[in-house]
């Protein structure tokens, strides 16, 4: 009964990684194009690479169910998904989705914003900005933590049934 939860977001999470790095990948290609990439290749090169890696967790989770490895890959994808952080010219931010945020800014102290689809994608450095941001998506800690949780169960369940 309980393996039904697990696998419905598990499976939920998989084609939702899927989905959007799919579209955010195109999107990449069409708003930065080859002069975009040129201009600045580090950014790119990392941004593109955790598209990537949102693909190939989500490819992995949908294939391999019951995958420890796809399993990390999801959590590791969820956990980079709920951080965004800008320090003196060194940002990442690297969310799509639903988004309930707690953040910090040295200019506005601590907000709590909700936006039903987020977008915040990109990573770099800017020499010479002098700022603190640090914003963590509550959304996908949730959702990593109803993974853990439904998969905790189903192993008990699981180690009672052998």
């Known amino acids: 009964m309980t393996k039904l939860p697990r696998n419905t ?62 399993f990390y890959l999801i959590c590791i994808s969820l956990i980079l998904q709920s951080l965004s952080i800008a320090i003196n010219g060194l940002y990442f931010r690297n969310s799509f989705g639903p ?33 603190l941001d640090i914003a963590v998506n509550i959304l996908p800690l949730i959702t990593l933590a109803l993974l853990i949780y439904f998969k905790r169960v189903s192993n008990k369940i699981s180690s009672f049934t052998q």
Request: net charge positive; charged share 10%; proline share 2%.
């Open 99 to 131: 988004a309930l945020s707690i953040a910090y800014s040295a200019a506005t102290d601590l907000s709590l914003s909700f936006r039903l689809f987020a977008f915040s994608f990109s990573n770099g450095y800017e020499p010479g900005i002098k700022q």
């Open 9 to 70: 977001l598990h499976q939920t999470v998989s084609l939702y990684l899927i989905i959007c790095s799919i579209g955010l990948i195109i999107f990449f290609f069409n708003q930065m194009g080859i002069g975009g990439i040129r201009r600045a290749p580090i950014s790119s090169a990392v941004s593109l690479l955790l598209l990537v890696y949102y693909l190939f967790s989500g490819v992995a989770g949908a294939l391999k169910k019951s995958s420890k490895t796809a």
